[in-house]
């Protein structure tokens, strides 16, 4: 039930295009989603979250869309450049929970010039 | 400036050694945390702390080991029990524990080879 399933594992788009990457959950009780993105060699650097009592919230390019009916979440990056190249994370968390987050398997993004 | 400083960044272990991978963060951060990273699955909790003197097992905490002697400084040590230790270490810290929705901030990670 903690697992968080993230797809696809890789995903090559051409500049300019709109990569969209997709997770979903089981457990009811998450109620904070954040994405992360990580650069190679690097560590992984928050980029945007979402809390369930919105439906998708945007930041710059970037936006994540919200199904909690489906319990699914999206990460969209528009007009994508090839700097965006790196592996993004999702994950989810439950308030109050030491634990903190439970990360998706992550999705390699390669954005051709 | 402020961050989390991981040491050291590349590290080559023989079989049947233990080994320490240091991690200091200076955002006066109650909550640390290590993560282990393997190709195409994601990162996964080694162990986690939320405050001095404690700290509790993630979800592969076998053949590890770590202390929380100082709020700024929770190292882990990777054992010979361990017993498929190469991948990406990466340390982690946050400013409350139990809060989710608190950021959760990232060093640059170590890579462990097992020679």
């Known amino acids: 039930q903690q697992q968080v399933k993230q797809s696809p594992q890789s995903l090559i788009v051409q500049k300019g295009g709109i990569p969209i990457i997709n997770c979903a959950y089981e457990?009811?009780?998450?109620?904070?989603f954040p994405w992360y993105q990580q650069f190679p060699g690097k560590g992984p650097a928050l980029l945007i979250a979402?809390?369930?009592?919105?439906s998708e919230k945007k930041e710059g390019r970037f936006t994540i869309s919200f199904n909690k009916s489906a319990k699914q979440f999206s990460l969209h990056i528009m007009d994508s450049q090839p700097g965006d190249s790196a592996t993004y994370f999702c994950a989810a968390g439950i308030g109050g929970s030491a634990r903190q987050l439970t990360f998706g398997s992550g999705t390699q993004l390669t954005v051709l010039p | 400036d402020g961050g989390i400083t991981q040491s050291p960044k590349y590290l080559f272990r023989k079989e049947g050694q233990n080994v320490t991978l240091s991690c200091e963060q200076n955002l006066n951060h109650d909550a640390m945390y290590w993560y282990r990273q393997d190709p195409g699955q994601g990162l996964r909790l080694i162990y986690y702390?939320?405050?001095?003197?404690?700290?509790q097992k993630g979800d592969i905490a076998e053949g590890y080991s770590v202390s929380r002697e100082k709020k700024e400084s929770f190292p882990l040590t990777v054992t010979s029990a361990q017993k498929n230790p190469t991948a990406f270490y990466l340390c982690?810290?946050?400013?409350?524990?139990?809060?989710?929705?608190?950021?959760?901030?990232f060093g640059e990670g170590s890579w462990l080879t097992v020679v």
């Open positions: 979402i809390r369930p009592d919105v």
């Open positions: 457990n009811t009780a998450f109620d904070y």
């Open positions: 982690a810290s946050s400013a409350r524990q139990g809060r989710a929705g608190n950021t959760i901030y």
């Open positions: 702390s939320q405050i001095v003197n404690d700290f």
